[in-house]
């Protein structure tokens, strides 16, 4: 058994705060921008459009991961509308965070009239490892209630400002889903350049992020069910895996086409 016993709020001022899955969170959009810059300089492209993009997809990610975890929890937003702009006070989707900010940086990029794809996979390792950096925070404060396990890596929350505390102990789902995104950055670096044409990296991050979102989310008690027993980020998950997989195999088919028409 794991016992966690860190405030959850690093620090209070008035009716603000900063917990740890807010500082933890914004390490994570640092160092993947920091990361970003330096693989789009080693494929020779510009680093001020990763400045511009992240000046773009940060604050597009934001109000997208806020404005999927509204809708996961509208009733208690439609009863408390003051509470939908508190972001300090906890409460951003992941799910939410990848599409605004993708959606944001495809529509400065096409704005400029710069190729989406190229810069799409530079910076595909850097989003999954903010994620991961951004799931530390997660598990220190015990916000996101997990199932009971008797495994002997079962954590148990002793602070009383943790909202898992007093409950037994429960699969760290966050730490395996932390783990599960070290696992992609890894392979997303050393297929980098190596899987044509570009967009292609992108595309297999949301594909391997989808598929384990998707089974760790059983381990989830902190989301509403939405149809068939499946929660809000398995729904999503399921919808881009229908738009990224078979992408994925067109793109790649095409590529493949072309390259052996140009040999022939």
């Avoid at 080693?42 to 993009?53: C, D, Q, R």
Wanted: no cysteine.
């Amino acid at each position: 058994m794991i016992r966690i016993g860190l405030n959850p709020i690093l620090f209070q001022f008035g009716p603000f705060s900063l917990a740890w899955h807010g500082l933890f969170i914004a390490v994570g959009m640092v160092v993947a921008v920091w990361l970003s810059a330096r693989l789009a300089a080693k494929a020779g492209l510009s680093v001020e459009t990763i400045y511009s993009l992240a000046l773009w997809g940060i604050p597009g990610g934001i109000i997208g991961a806020r404005l999927v975890h509204v809708i996961d929890y509208w009733d208690f937003y439609l009863a408390h509308p003051g509470s939908i702009l508190a972001l300090w006070g906890g409460g951003l989707a992941v799910w939410g965070g990848i599409l605004g900010g993708a959606v944001t940086g495809v529509m400065y990029l096409w704005i400029k009239g710069i190729p989406s794809g190229v810069y799409a996979d530079v910076i595909a390792p850097g989003l999954i490892l903010a994620q991961a950096i951004g799931r530390i925070g997660d598990v220190i404060n015990g916000e996101h209630i997990s199932s009971a396990t008797t495994l002997p890596w079962g954590v148990v929350y002793t602070h009383p400002g943790s909202p898992s505390y007093g409950l037994p102990p429960t699969h760290p789902a966050v730490a395996y889903e932390l783990l599960m995104n070290l696992v992609i950055f890894g392979l997303l670096l050393k297929l980098r350049g190596r899987i044509q044409p570009g967009g292609s990296l992108f595309l297999l991050y949301l594909i391997l992020y989808s598929t384990g979102r998707f089974f760790l989310n059983f381990l989830r008690m902190d989301s509403n069910t939405l149809f068939l027993s499946l929660a809000q980020p398995q729904w999503i998950s399921l919808l881009v895996l229908v738009v990224a997989v078979p992408l994925f195999v067109f793109r790649k088919l095409s590529h493949r086409s072309v390259g052996t028409e140009a040999n022939s």
